[in-house]
């Protein structure tokens, strides 16, 4: 292959959960499309974060209801947890969906290239492959490289033992303990998985309190979840430096102006991430820059300042969430094609995989209270449905945020068991404009969780018949 030139209509620079939909949505039109890939197919999401962690995450919660399950009648003798099964099924899971993915690109005839590629122009890609190097023709161009975790300037973070999310996952066996700098939804997500599992976690985060970027409420279900697994939470605190002490790790943090330490096995480094530009310089391209993002700019279809490049996933940092960079990819796609696709970013739902889970879709507590927002919140806790008390999951609540002048649905959000299947209800409602009479006026089966959402709509009318307050 060394050398060798081809000619093809479009290029994807980067395999992930963007990268390959848009590949598989432009092979639909009947387009030659070309897919880079430098790693492995799924990208991040795929082969480093949602799907193993969700995996890992689903062994601990089976474990949990074993190590519970006298509450239901179940006793178990000698329970243990092998780290290493849960993760070889990790493992086996990722492996089967990369592989089902690696046979749809396949069937629709995308020529995959396996290598590092480098935009030399907006209609040239050089790729470098076991086989030798490659050079693309191509009429239009999709970057699609998402991110790459933030390491902040701490000194001694480059200490052994010290560990990405990434990394954790490929655990040989479990420390005994772990500190989490970041209380973000990476870091919260495996504060619970290794705590479930019987591990001494910490948490430390900047910010005043866990999860921060959700509203308050949410926030303090899950806090008060964390410590009753014993989860240690720092919150408001900094990491002045990470040291060691012996074979234990010693992280240095101020804490109300006080300075102290604490020390576990392994650190963990969950402070974000941010856009990955690997194989292209923005710059250079000629791409403009989003002011308040600082990321690679685009319109309501995808494109860029450059005529025939596309930007999607999280180089363009609107909402860094696998689904979104599917759809974003199915939308540069589509306008390959002369349609006029665009995604609506009002109707976007996301998870949290902490116990309790946490979904949100549309505007939040704080967006409603800003002047000139018209709209009341709704609340129905999960302990007055008959399927909490059957469940033995009493805790949590579903909240919605409808407009005062019409009951339009807004937002809304979903605290407790099943929260991350029940939000899409909520947001079937944002993003076709249904009110709360709508959702009212749909009967739901008993006894389900589901059933919240209709009494917080219910609640928003003055009907609600399950209302304990």
């Not at 909490?388 to 019409?406: D, L, M, P, T």
Request: charged content about 25%.
């Amino acid at each position: 292959m060394n050398g060798k030139s081809i000619k093809t209509d479009v290029t994807i620079l980067g395999g992930g959960p963007g990268g390959y939909v848009a590949a598989l949505r432009a092979a639909q039109f009947g387009l030659n499309v070309s897919l880079i890939e430098a790693d492995k197919i799924g990208g991040t999401c795929l082969n480093y974060g949602c799907i193993p962690t969700k995996a890992l995450l689903r062994s601990a919660e089976i474990f949990r209801l074993m190590r519970d399950g006298k509450n239901y009648g179940c006793i178990a003798g000698d329970l243990k947890f092998d780290w290493t099964a849960a993760s070889a099924r990790k493992d086996r899971v990722v492996t089967t969906i990369r592989k089902g993915v690696e046979g749809l690109l396949a069937k629709r005839q995308v020529n995959l290239y396996r290598g590092r590629g480098t935009v030399l122009d907006a209609g040239e890609i050089e790729v470098e492959t076991d086989d030798g190097t490659i050079r693309l023709t191509t009429d239009s161009l999709i970057l699609a490289t998402g991110s790459k975790a933030v390491m902040p300037p701490i000194p001694g973070i480059d200490l052994p033992g010290v560990v990405t999310s990434s990394e954790a996952l490929m655990f040989e066996q479990l420390p005994k303990s772990i500190i989490v700098i970041g209380a973000g939804v990476i870091g919260m997500e495996f504060a619970f998985l290794f705590a479930s599992l019987g591990i001494e976690v910490t948490v430390i985060e900047m910010m005043e309190r866990i999860l921060p970027e959700i509203d308050s409420d949410l926030s303090a279900e899950v806090r008060e979840s964390a410590n009753k697994l014993r989860i240690n939470l720092f919150p408001a605190t900094r990491v002045e430096k990470i040291g060691t002490s012996g074979e234990i790790l010693e992280a240095v943090i101020t804490e109300n102006g006080m300075e102290r330490s604490v020390r576990a096995e392994k650190v963990l480094i969950a402070a974000g991430r941010k856009p990955n530009y690997h194989g292209f310089d923005p710059k250079k391209l000629g791409l403009v820059f989003h002011p308040e993002r600082k990321a690679i700019a685009v319109d309501h279809g995808m494109r860029t300042s450059r005529k025939h490049v596309f930007a999607i996933g999280d180089i363009t940092n609107i909402l860094p969430l696998a689904h979104v960079a599917s759809r974003q990819g199915e939308v540069a796609a589509e306008n390959l094609v002369h349609h006029d696709a665009f995604i609506d970013y009002a109707a976007i739902p996301w998870a949290i995989f902490t116990y309790p889970e946490v979904a949100i879709v549309g505007v939040d507590q704080n967006s409603i209270r800003r002047p000139g927002i018209d709209a009341e919140t709704a609340v129905f806790p999960f302990a007055a449905i008959g399927k909490s008390g059957a469940y033995g999951e009493r805790k949590g609540f579903v909240k919605i945020h409808c407009s005062g002048k019409n009951g339009r649905v807004m937002g809304g959000a979903v605290v407790g068991p099943g929260a991350s299947e029940m939000i899409h209800e909520i947001a079937f409602a944002v993003r076709n404009e249904l009110t709360a009479e709508h959702i009212e006026r749909t009967v739901h089966a008993h006894p389900t969780f589901s059933e919240a959402i209709r009494e917080a709509a219910m609640i928003y009318s003055g009907k609600a018949v399950h209302n304990i307050e």
